[in-house]
């Protein structure tokens, strides 16, 4: 029997916990004891038969601290943490919670710990976006260990494996962080079987542009606006539903004003079931500063919708075949982006076609490659 496998997770959400989460349940399916651990002060969603330790949220009672606080109490739980369970194997899922993961697996634990990480995002990407930003001190206080480029390096000479979301982050870590290829195993996350169950519309809507994420930074909705305000000097019917919520809305709404384009807007808020607005879209579109794999796309994939998407560094190319099931333009470039919106709007796409090239990205499918990366983890292959 394998020691206890440790899954820890930042925040369970994205295509990240979904790979975590098949992870978690192939090792306890195959009768290995895992559990799924989380050091901030969110909720673990229920798992079928694996054990979730959420341990600020347990402790604080869903009671929220500033953010100075929580990351401090953060870093208490997780020395806690490794010196009450003297984990033997550990999957750390995110670089920023790899990072001190990592440190104290070399301090007290080295010479036992096997480590495995599931990178979500463009290391490289994501630093060169957060160095331009206006961070926060505490941010800027943590950085040195969560978002630094020297430390990356180091880890990914002393990690067992790693899961990368899609090919553009496992070139980046083999070419500007040394990890190894034969350590690396690109995994992308699955999408329920449901996404493929559902009925494909008979006709589809004519001038509907769906855009579903956080509204946060770097989504970068501002260049879509834009975009959208071009495309309507075409098409003055066309109508861009914003599906999700974050603190960019107020920004946005100001925004949409300001370039006289809100009456075309509809801002729907956070959703549950996305599945209702697929059959009713023409188009999904992303427009992303960076992404580590925009799960958002396989999923209107699946359900049949044509995309158009920046071709940033995070991976789109992994989803879209250009001109069977979407459309890639330049990065930032918002005439491009634009165009093809309006392109993608005017044609008649196969629906089914378009499903059929998300099929790699199916539960079984994906399953398979979580197979593989186990035995090697665990050291059986």
């Not at 879209?320 to 330049?330: C, E, R």
């Amino acid at each position: 029997m394998i020691d206890k496998i440790h899954v820890v997770v930042k925040t369970p959400s994205g295509g990240a916990w979904h790979t975590a989460m098949l992870s978690a349940k192939e090792w306890s399916d195959a009768g290995h004891d895992v559990e799924i651990t989380s050091f901030l002060n969110d909720p673990l969603p229920h798992v079928a038969g694996i054990k979730t330790n959420p341990m600020m949220f347990k402790r604080r009672k869903g009671k929220r601290l500033n953010r100075p606080l929580t990351v401090a109490y953060s870093l208490y739980l997780m020395i806690l943490w490794f010196l009450k369970e003297k984990p033997t194997m550990i999957l750390s899922v995110g670089l920023p919670i790899s990072s001190p993961i990592m440190i104290l697996n070399y301090i007290l634990f080295w010479q036992k710990t096997r480590a495995g990480m599931l990178i979500e995002t463009h290391p490289s990407a994501h630093l060169s976006y957060k160095k331009n930003q206006h961070n926060s001190l505490t941010f800027r206080a943590m950085s040195f260990v969560t978002h630094n480029r020297s430390l990356y390096r180091w880890m990914m000479n002393r990690v067992s494996n790693v899961i990368c979301l899609s090919q553009a982050i496992a070139d980046d870590l083999m070419n500007n962080y040394g990890l190894k290829k034969d350590k690396i195993h690109v995994i992308p996350p699955f999408i329920d079987s449901e996404f493929f169950e559902h009925e494909l519309p008979v006709k589809r809507p004519s001038n509907k542009i769906l855009s579903v994420g956080r509204l946060s930074s770097e989504k970068n909705l501002s260049d879509l606006l834009k975009a959208f305000k071009i495309v309507l000097e075409e098409k003055a019917d066309a109508i861009l539903d914003i599906v999700g919520e974050g603190e960019c809305f107020d920004g946005l709404k100001v925004q949409s004003q300001n370039l006289g384009i809100e009456r075309n807007i509809i801002f729907h808020g956070a959703q549950y079931n996305v599945h209702d607005y697929h059959l009713e879209t023409t188009v999904q579109v992303l427009s992303s500063h960076y992404e580590g794999f925009p799960l958002v796309l396989v999923e209107a994939c699946a359900n049949g919708v044509p995309m158009v998407s920046y071709d940033g560094v995070f991976g789109p190319r992994d989803i879209i075949i250009d001109g069977v099931n979407g459309y890639v333009v330049p990065q930032y470039d918002v005439d491009a982006l634009a165009g093809a919106l309006i392109k993608a709007l005017d044609r008649k796409w196969d629906s089914q076609v378009i499903r059929d090239s998300a099929s790699q990205f199916h539960t079984r499918n994906v399953k398979v490659k979580i197979v593989e990366f186990i035995e090697v983890f665990l050291g059986v292959a």
